[in-house]
């Protein structure tokens, strides 16, 4: 069984500052991973996925994320904060393989708030 | 245009009563999900279905029923509702493998009294 932790439930942060937002999993088969951001009062939508390859992944927004498979962790990063990134951000895990595929684990999700 | 639709959006019930909430796709997804959303909890997958008839329980399927007989459609069905599952239902669908973006609905905002 997979599990993940997002390590903080709120990050303040001031605008144009950089913002990472930590996230660990645990998993006894090769996984895949996700983050998802959710504006408020919508749905979640994907920012970036690791499956394979490259370590470092870029995804929408100018959001990043780097696999580490040594610290079994997926942080999320982004340079320079904008008052619009203010949301709730959740980092996911999937088996890659094994009866367990369609079962997307989800963290309790980091708050991030930008302040100008 | 590409979109996962969830009806209804707010529902207030009283417990006991059988409810579903409706969840259609028009993306030609196999794959189907129902999570639910709780304050310091995150989301936690109730049912997901690989393809129409089949599906398999997530983390939290108790008192919880669904089913897939068409591939746009998974209805979710709580057959007699508990103040425990006053949450924020949402529902998403992707091609087939977890390798797929998943693209989620508005969601569906349930209060059980």
């Known amino acids: 069984a997979q599990s993940v932790t997002q390590l903080d439930s709120q990050v303040p942060v001031f605008e144009e500052a950089p913002v990472e937002l930590r996230c660990n999993y645990s998993s006894s088969v090769s996984v895949y991973l996700f983050w998802y951001v959710q504006y408020p009062n919508q749905g979640l939508q994907l920012l970036l996925k690791?499956?394979?390859?490259?370590?470092l992944v870029k995804g929408i927004n100018g959001f990043e994320a780097e696999f580490n498979k040594s610290q079994t962790s997926f942080h999320l990063r982004k340079p320079s904060v904008h008052i619009s990134d203010t949301a709730e951000y959740f980092c996911?895990?999937?088996?890659?393989?094994?009866?367990?595929?369609?079962?997307?684990?989800f963290g309790k999700g980091t708050k991030l708030s930008v302040k100008p | 245009e590409a979109q996962v639709t969830q009806n209804p959006r707010y529902l207030i019930t009283v417990t006991g009563k059988k409810l579903t909430v409706t969840c259609s796709q028009n993306m030609n997804h196999e794959y189907m999900s129902w999570y639910r959303q709780d304050p310091g909890l995150g989301l936690r997958q109730i049912y997901y279905s690989m393809n129409v008839e089949v599906t398999d329980k997530g983390d939290v399927p108790e008192g919880y029923k669904v089913s897939r007989k068409e591939k746009r459609n998974f209805p979710l069905i709580l057959e007699s509702p508990s103040p425990n599952q006053t949450s924020l239902y949402f529902c998403?669908?992707?091609?087939?493998?977890?390798?797929?973006?998943?693209?989620f609905g508005p969601g569906t905002r349930l209060l059980v009294l």
């Open positions: 690791y499956l394979s390859g490259s370590t």
């Open positions: 998403a669908s992707s091609y087939l493998g977890m390798t797929e973006t998943q693209y």
């Open positions: 996911a895990v999937s088996a890659s393989r094994g009866g367990s595929q369609g079962n997307l684990i």
